[in-house]
C-alpha cells in the first residue's frame, strides 16, 4: 500500500459499512464515509474522528449518475487518489419476496442499488485506483447469493429465507465481481466478493447472529490483501465460499 492509503466505503453510515471504515481507520488509514443522508453522513465522521481515524464525508447516493460523478471528484481534490474501494451499500427490498408474488419494481429497485450501484462507484473510481500501486475492490455480497448454499443439501438447509429480489442480486453481483475481474487479470487491482455473515442490522430488522464489527472483518482482510493474493474469488471468515 502507499505510505498514505485512502479508502472509500459506501453505505458507512451506519452498520457494516460504518465498522468497516473504523476498521480501516484503525489501520492508520484516511477513509471517505460514503453516504447519501447528509445528517448520518455527518454524525459517522463525527463518531469516527472521536475514535481517532482519520475519516472524512463523501455525499453518495449510488444510484445516481451525478451523485457518483460528484463523489469521484471530492475524492480526487480532497485525499489526492484513491487506493481502496469498498462496495458495502445495499438494500433488501420489500418484503415478502416468494417469485409468483414478486412485484417487478421490488426486483428493480434492489437490482439498481446492489450490482448497477456497483458498477456505477467501480467505473467510476476507476481512474483514481489505476493510478495505486496496490489497489483493491471488496464488494460485500451474501453467503445467499451463492447458488450452492442457495440449492441446499442433506445435511445443510438452503442459506436464507426464499428472497427473489434480494438473493438473486447478490449472484448477480458475484457475477459481476468475476466479469471485473477478468477484464482486470493484467493490472495490479484485486477484486473479491466477501460475505460478513449474518449480522444483526436493519436490513434483516436485527435478526443476525453477530455484530457489524464481526462482519466487517472479512472486508478488511480483503481490503489488505498482499500484491500477489487473490482475486475474482468469493470469501468469508472460513475461506473460499461456493459459487
Known amino acids: 500500500m502507499s505510505e498514505r492509503t485512502i479508502a472509500l466505503v459506501t453505505g458507512a453510515n451506519k452498520g457494516i459499512g460504518y465498522e468497516i471504515a473504523a476498521g480501516l481507520g484503525a489501520l ?44 469521484a471528484r471530492l475524492i480526487e481534490e480532497q485525499a489526492g487518489g484513491l487506493d481502496v474501494l469498498v462496495n458495502n451499500a445495499g438494500i433488501a427490498g420489500a418484503m415478502p419476496q416468494e417469485p409468483t ?50 440449492s ?45 455473515g449474518y449480522v444483526a442490522t436493519d436490513l434483516n430488522g436485527f435478526r443476525g447472529v453477530r455484530t457489524p464489527e464481526q462482519g466487517a472483518a472479512i472486508a478488511v482482510k480483503l481490503a489488505t490483501l498482499p500484491d500477489d493474493g487473490p482475486t475474482g474469488q468469493f470469501f468469508d471468515d472460513a475461506g473460499v465460499v461456493p459459487w
Not at 428493480?108 to 476507476?126: D, L, P, Q, S, Y
Not at 471488496?138 to 442457495?150: D, E, F
Open 28 to 71: 492508520g488509514w484516511s477513509v471517505g464515509v460514503g453516504a447519501r443522508d447528509d445528517r448520518r453522513r455527518k454524525a459517522a465522521v463525527e463518531r469516527l474522528h472521536a475514535a481517532g481515524v482519520d475519516a472524512f464525508g463523501v455525499p453518495l447516493d449510488v444510484t445516481d449518475d451525478a451523485s457518483v460523478t460528484a463523489a
Open 101 to 150: 408474488g414478486a412485484d417487478p419494481a421490488t426486483i428493480r429497485t434492489v437490482v439498481e442499488t446492489n450490482v448497477i450501484g456497483v458498477i456505477r462507484v467501480t467505473n467510476a473510481m476507476m481512474p483514481l485506483l489505476l493510478r495505486s500501486a496496490s489497489p483493491r475492490i471488496v464488494n460485500m455480497s451474501s453467503s445467499v447469493g451463492s447458488l450452492t448454499r442457495q
Open 152 to 196: 441446499g443439501t442433506a445435511a445443510e438447509p438452503p442459506a436464507g429465507p426464499i428472497a427473489v429480489a434480494y438473493s438473486p442480486s447478490k449472484t448477480f453481483l458475484n457475477a459481476v465481481t468475476l466479469q471485473y475481474a477478468r477484464e482486470l487479470a493484467g493490472t495490479n487491482i484485486l477484486i473479491n466478493a466477501g460475505c460478513p
